[in-house]
C-alpha cells in the first residue's frame, strides 16, 4: 500500500514503533481488523470490541504470516514489529485519511436519511462507464467500516464512491475528516435516528457537517425536492446541483412508468440534453436515486449516453429491493433496514405489483418519543397500498397493526409478537400466487425470513 511503511504508520497514529530498525522501512500490503483476513503482508489492527477483543488473535494472525500488529497493549518484546498506540480506532482512521490523500483520487461521498446505499450503487454504476471505481460494500459505512473501505482502493482505482452513515452529531465530521469529499451527495432529510438527533432539522444539522471538511472547489449535490436541502443556496461559496422531479432542478426527470416489479421509466433532463431510461430497480424513489447518479456522472465528465448506459446496468443487492422468485411467490427482498420514509416507498411498490399482496412488516429503530405515531402511520399507508394480508411484527408494530386495522377493517391484519411466530405460518403464504414484501429494521433479523423463501423455494 503506497506509503504505508510502519515508520510511516507510526507517526501518522502517534503510536510507538516497537521492532527491528530494518523492518521500519517495511510497506504493509493490507491493513485488517478481522483476524480471519490476514494473510503475508497484512497489519492486522487489534480492536476491543464490546463482544470480542482483537488482542485475543494477534498470536493467530502471526502464525498467518501477518507482517505486524497495532495494538493497544504493551505486548512486551515480540518477534515481530507493532505499533503501540492509545486507540486502535482512531489510529485506523488517522491512517486512513493519510492513504487517502495520498493516493489523490476523487472521492465521492453519498449520505442522506433514506436511499444512501441504492444511490451510491447507481453512482457507481454511471462513473463505472469511463472509470475504474471503489465503492462502499455492504454495511461499511460508520467510523471503522469507512476506513476498511478505503484501504481497500489500490493504484488502479480512478475514483471512489463512498457512504457514510451517521446516527450522532459530530460522527459525520469525523468521516468527513477521513474521506474529504471532492463531490457530496445528500439524498433527502427524513425521520431517521430521531433517538439521538431529536428532529429533522437536528437530521439536516448531522448529514450536513460533511460540507466542513470538503474540497474548496467541490461539488455538492442535493435533493431538491427535500424542503431542507433545496433551501441550501451555497456550499463552500458555491451553488449546489440540484435534482428532483421538479423542473426547476438542474437535473430533473418526468414520463414516469411503472412497470410492474421490473422497473421504471422516466425522461431526464440536464444541461445537454434529455434521454429515456429504464431503472431496472421498482419504485419512484429509484428515479431520485438515478437522478442524483445523472448529476454527479455530469460532474465527471460522462456523456449522456454514459449515464444512460450506467442507469440501466444497475443489479439489486441482498436486503435492498432485491426481487426473489420461491415457488408460487415474487418476494421483495428489502429487509436490510427501514424507517418511515423507506417503508412508504417500499408499499408503494407493492402496490404496483400483480396477484396476491403480502406486506411482512417489522418494527423501526431509533425513532425517539415520536416511535408510536410513526408506527401508527406507517400502518395507515400499509391500509391504503391495496394490500390483502398486512403482517406485523415487534413490539412498536403493535402500533402498526392497529392502526392498519382501523384505516380498512376489511384488511387481514396479523400481529405477532416476535419473529418465532412469524416463522411458524411462513410455509401458508406459499399456497397462491402473490408478492411478498419483507421490511424491517436491520436489528428485527428478517434475514431469516428471506432465507426461509430462498432454501424452501430455490429458484
Not at 249 to 271: F, K, N, P, Q
Amino acid at each position: 500500500m503506497k506509503g504505508l511503511t510502519l515508520d510511516n504508520l507510526a507517526r501518522v497514529c502517534r503510536g510507538t514503533y516497537c521492532g527491528s530498525p530494518e523492518q521500519k522501512k517495511y510497506e504493509v500490503e493490507s491493513i485488517v481488523t478481522d483476524s480471519r483476513q490476514a494473510q503475508p503482508g497484512a497489519l492486522f489492527v487489534a480492536i476491543p470490541g464490546q463482544r470480542v477483543d482483537g488482542h485475543r488473535f494477534i498470536g493467530d494472525v502471526i502464525d498467518r504470516g501477518a507482517m505486524a500488529v497495532l495494538s493497544e497493549q504493551d505486548l512486551g518484546m515480540q518477534s515481530y514489529p507493532y505499533i503501540k498506540v492509545d486507540s486502535s480506532l482512531q489510529a485506523v482512521k488517522d491512517i486512513a485519511g493519510y492513504y487517502l490523500e495520498g493516493l489523490g483520487i476523487p472521492v465521492v461521498g453519498v449520505t442522506g436519511s433514506v436511499g444512501k446505499t441504492s444511490t451510491k450503487e447507481v453512482i457507481s454504476a454511471v462513473l463505472a462507464q469511463r472509470y475504474c471505481v471503489l465503492k462502499t460494500q455492504g454495511n461499511f459505512n460508520n467510523e471503522l467500516g469507512l476506513p476498511l473501505t478505503v484501504f481497500r482502493l489500490r493504484p488502479e482505482h480512478q475514483i471512489a464512491v463512498l457512504e457514510m452513515g451517521i446516527n450522532q452529531f459530530g460522527e459525520m465530521s469525523r468521516l468527513a475528516k477521513i474521506a474529504r469529499p471532492d463531490t457530496c451527495v445528500i439524498t433527502n432529510i427524513g425521520p431517521c435516528h430521531l433517538e439521538f438527533l431529536g428532529s429533522l432539522d437536528g437530521v439536516f444539522k448531522a448529514k450536513t457537517e460533511v460540507f466542513q471538511y470538503m474540497d474548496g472547489d467541490g461539488r455538492v449535490v442535493l435533493n431538491g425536492d427535500d424542503t431542507r436541502l433545496a433551501a441550501v443556496e451555497d456550499v463552500n461559496g458555491r451553488k449546489p446541483l440540484f435534482f428532483g422531479l421538479d423542473r426547476r432542478s438542474d437535473v430533473w426527470a418526468d414520463g414516469l412508468e411503472t412497470h410492474d416489479l421490473t422497473g421504471t421509466r422516466c425522461r431526464i433532463h440536464m444541461e445537454g440534453g434529455t434521454f429515456q431510461v429504464r431503472i431496472p430497480i421498482p419504485g419512484r424513489h429509484m428515479v431520485y436515486n438515478a437522478l442524483a447518479a445523472a448529476a454527479v456522472g455530469r460532474c465527471y465528465g460522462l456523456s449522456i449516453e454514459e449515464i444512460q448506459k450506467g442507469i440501466e446496468s444497475l443489479e439489486a443487492i441482498g436486503g435492498r429491493m432485491r426481487m426473489i422468485r420461491a415457488g408460487l411467490l415474487t418476494v421483495i427482498d428489502d429487509c436490510y433496514n427501514a424507517n418511515p420514509v423507506s417503508m412508504k416507498a417500499s408499499l408503494e411498490v407493492l402496490k404496483n405489483a400483480s396477484g396476491r399482496k403480502i406486506a411482512i412488516l417489522g418494527d423501526m429503530g431509533e425513532l425517539g418519543s415520536d416511535e408510536q405515531r410513526l408506527h401508527q402511520e406507517t400502518g395507515a399507508c400499509a391500509a391504503a397500498a391495496g394490500l390483502d394480508l398486512c403482517i406485523c411484527v415487534g413490539s412498536l408494530s403493535r402500533y402498526m397493526a392497529e392502526a392498519a386495522r382501523q384505516e380498512a377493517p376489511d384488511l387481514e391484519v396479523i400481529y405477532l409478537e416476535d419473529l418465532e411466530g412469524l416463522m411458524d405460518i411462513l410455509p401458508d403464504l406459499g399456497t397462491q400466487e402473490g408478492t411478498v414484501l419483507v421490511k424491517a429494521s436491520h436489528f428485527m433479523g428478517f434475514e431469516r425470513i428471506i432465507a426461509f423463501f430462498e432454501n424452501n423455494h430455490p429458484h
